[in-house]
């Protein structure tokens, strides 16, 4: 099944309406295959992350685990920290009426900081949250692709794609920042500091993309058994299960997909880049476990 994922803009009532709806029959059809009165005391399955860190990947699958309990995929759109068309920061209080939304067995994504009523409900009960990581250098020419060439509705999309005339300077203010752009653009760095606090939650898996990528079973492993840790009724066997999960992994079915690969960076980055990067966001890597210290 492919995966339908929304993008991250404002979108009118009446859709929300009919995503609500199609949830109710998802749900009851879910109901009906695993002979279930509800879903009541079903975990909440939840995919975060910084964007362009795997999150499609990660979704793709959790949305799997239809196939082996009762899961529903939501059909909800992302909930995300930033309405991509105008780049307004949201309020906690908006964050968290959307994940109220979310009922038992759901499965669900977003883009959340790490504050404190957020991070509240994404770390208890009744919701089952992983956090997906990937090299901040692969992010950023990811980043720029995208902005520039695969979503028209982005904030900065004309930025980059007008103001910027080379791939070389939209990589440069991807790590560096734009002040002069409109809306501003913070540097790398500062768009990713409000996710760490992600790191040093008990409760919350987090995960490598490069992993799923090369160690795939034992990060489905890991995601597997961190559901059934906070009470995943799973209907198959575990390493069934397993098999299932991988299956449901298809990249190149991504809205968003270009390559996905790992360590593209190495190419894309020149000289100038690396100091950059080193500049402006030193000790990123180390912190997040993807180089040791400020020598490559």
Not at 132 to 139: G, S
Request: hydrophobic share 40%; aromatic share 10%; proline share 7%.
């Amino acid at each position: 099944m492919r995966s339908k994922i929304s993008r991250p803009l404002r979108q009118p009532s009446w859709m929300l309406t009919a995503r609500l709806l199609r949830r109710f029959f998802r749900r009851l059809r879910q109901q009906a295959r695993y002979a279930r009165l509800s879903l009541q005391g079903t975990p909440i399955l939840f995919a975060n992350s910084f964007p362009k860190s795997g999150t499609h990947l990660l979704t793709q699958v959790l949305q799997a685990f239809q196939k082996i309990g009762p899961a529903v995929d939501s059909g909800l759109p992302a909930v995300v920290m930033y309405e991509g068309d105008v780049g307004r920061l949201r309020s906690d209080e908006e964050i968290i009426t959307e994940l109220k939304r979310f009922l038992p067995g759901d499965i669900g994504y977003g883009h959340i900081h790490h504050t404190s009523s957020p991070a509240k409900i994404l770390s208890s009960p009744p919701f089952v949250t992983y956090f997906i990581l990937r090299d901040p250098r692969d992010v950023a020419v990811s980043h720029v692709y995208y902005v520039t060439q695969m979503e028209p509705r982005h904030a900065h999309h004309h930025y980059f794609a007008n103001e910027l005339s080379t791939f070389e300077e939209r990589l440069a203010a991807t790590i560096s920042g734009a002040s002069h752009a409109n809306p501003p653009l913070p540097g790398l760095a500062d768009r990713l500091a409000p996710y760490l606090g992600w790191l040093d939650e008990p409760n919350v898996l987090t995960l490598r993309y490069e992993d799923l990528l090369l160690d795939r079973k034992s990060a489905l492993r890991q995601i597997l058994e961190h559901a059934l840790r906070w009470g995943f009724p799973l209907s198959k066997s575990l390493e069934d299960a397993i098999h299932i999960l991988e299956s449901s992994i298809r990249p190149q079915h991504s809205p968003t997909f270009r390559k996905g690969e790992v360590g593209g960076w190495r190419r894309a980055f020149t000289p100038s880049h690396k100091l950059l990067f080193k500049e402006h966001c030193r000790g990123i890597l180390e912190v997040l476990g993807y180089e040791r210290d400020e020598t490559w």
